[in-house]
């Protein structure tokens, strides 16, 4: 007899028997989401090669995207709010529900919206939250509709959307949760449906465009086509120096600069994608946002040769870095890093402010510059006006900390045109 054939039970036993595995189900699903919660937590999937607990869902654990979407974000609110997880092994709440309520829990509330939401369908429990959440009427919207054609189903369909909570007190961890992967829909083999709102100077560009071709709106396609090709050239040459003439690269003085030929190559060689690879053989999948990496730290020698460079994911990236010089080390460098970041856009502000105030003509008094910290006549023997030198000058005041080689370096930085600022601002942050 096949195990899955059921004919031999009694009604009874039948019944009795669905209720007792839908209750074993609801047990193990909290648990499930409880191992969810922990994982994502620990970030065990960096390990495993992949980028985000999403993907290592779909990818490792073989869940669908809606599967994945509403089991991450019902594992995080129950990580929050452990009375969720209590409901759903009670089976008080199901997912739907608690996807629903997950923009709305606070401390304060979460016991007692969960027993509002308790054995309510999700049209219900939409109701609910309406009533304590109300939101603002939509837009009337009147639009001709096409004649139909076969129904597609998009990603955006898959996922269930939740009811959008105007509460404050919500807590930051909603930013983080697992969105939507896209609204390209498959019609059919090479072609796709492609949905999404336009500002109005898109609109008018997309006119135009139509209108120089001096044909029917029916070529937006080519349009597109067209338009992305060039966008995507621009984007390879920006990223990785792709060009169909490639010039020998100029030598530099920087120690982080990753000759052109050098970026093509490792581009190509790692077919534009993330090349770490997890315990068990898995290569990260990732695409977007992707880094050059020097396999040996340019802290200890590394050098930017094609060999020692590779593509990595910032998810990766940041992972090898903690395995080779610990996590609190680079900890500490991110934070050192942001306060510089911050130190120096107040300065660019406090620069900003003081040129105005002599454009308006208002009086300034400044303190008598200490000779061994005052940066103006290092920038003046270096060709900058009295007028640049002063400016820079006044924004060095934010560092009162720093080396007089330190203020120097951070003026030039300041003073330099905008196409060598990079570079200047770099050899700033490396003192």
């Known amino acids: 007899m096949h195990p899955y054939s059921l004919s031999h039970l009694s009604d009874q036993a039948l019944v009795r028997d669905l209720e007792s595995q839908l209750a074993r189900e609801r047990g193990d699903t909290a648990m499930v989401l409880a191992h969810i919660a922990e994982v994502d937590a620990r970030q065990l999937y960096i390990p495993a090669g992949y980028p985000s607990m999403y993907l290592y869902c779909v990818g490792h654990l073989h869940m669908s995207e809606d599967e994945a979407f ?19 092994a009670d089976g008080r709440l199901h997912l739907s529900a608690v996807v629903l309520l997950a923009p709305c829990l606070t401390p304060e509330n979460a016991e007692e919206l969960t027993v509002a939401a308790t054995h309510k369908t999700k049209a219900r429990i939409e109701h609910l939250l309406a009533q304590r959440f109300p939101r603002p009427d939509v837009p009337t919207l009147i639009e001709a509709l096409t004649a139909p054609t076969s129904p597609t189903i998009s990603d955006n369909q898959l996922v269930p959307e939740p009811v959008g909570c105007h509460n404050s007190a919500a807590p930051d961890a909603r930013a983080s949760q697992p969105t939507p992967t896209s609204n390209v829909a498959p019609l059919a083999p090479g072609r796709y449906a492609i949905h999404c709102s336009v500002e109005e100077r898109t609109h008018a560009l997309l006119r135009e465009a139509l209108d120089l071709l001096g ?17 995507v050239r621009h984007l390879r040459r920006r990223k990785f120096a792709a060009t169909d003439r490639p010039r020998p690269g100029r ?9 052109a030929e050098v970026k093509r190559a490792v581009w190509e060689r790692d077919q534009g994608r993330c090349t770490f690879v997890g315990e068990s053989g898995q290569r990260c999948p990732e695409t977007r946002g992707l880094q050059f990496d020097h396999l040996d730290p340019v802290a200890r020698g590394g050098a930017a040769t094609v060999k020692g460079m590779r593509l990595l994911c910032p998810v990766h990236n940041q992972y090898e870095a903690e395995r080779t010089f610990g996590a609190r080390f680079m900890s500490d460098k991110r934070r050192a890093a942001q306060r510089a970041a911050a130190e120096k856009r ?9 040129l105005a105030a002599e454009q308006a003509g208002a009086t300034t008094v400044h303190r008598a510059p200490d000779p061994e910290r005052d940066v103006t006549p290092w920038l003046r023997a270096l060709g900058f006006s009295a007028a640049e030198a002063r400016r ?3 924004a060095c005041e934010a560092m009162p900390d720093a080396s007089l080689e330190q203020r120097v370096r951070f003026g030039l930085s300041l003073l330099q045109p905008a196409h060598r600022r990079i570079a200047a601002s770099a050899g700033a942050t490396g003192c």
């Open 70 to 88: 509403r089991r991450i974000r019902a594992a995080r609110t129950g990580r929050e709010f452990p009375t969720v997880l209590a409901a759903v």
């Open 251 to 259: 030598p530099s003085r920087r120690i982080r600069h990753i000759p």
């Open 215 to 231: 044909r029917s709106t029916r070529d937006v396609p080519e349009v597109l086509d067209g338009a992305l090709a060039l966008y």
């Open 392 to 394: 820079a000058a006044i």
């Open 346 to 354: 107040a300065a660019a502000g406090r620069t900003a402010a003081s």
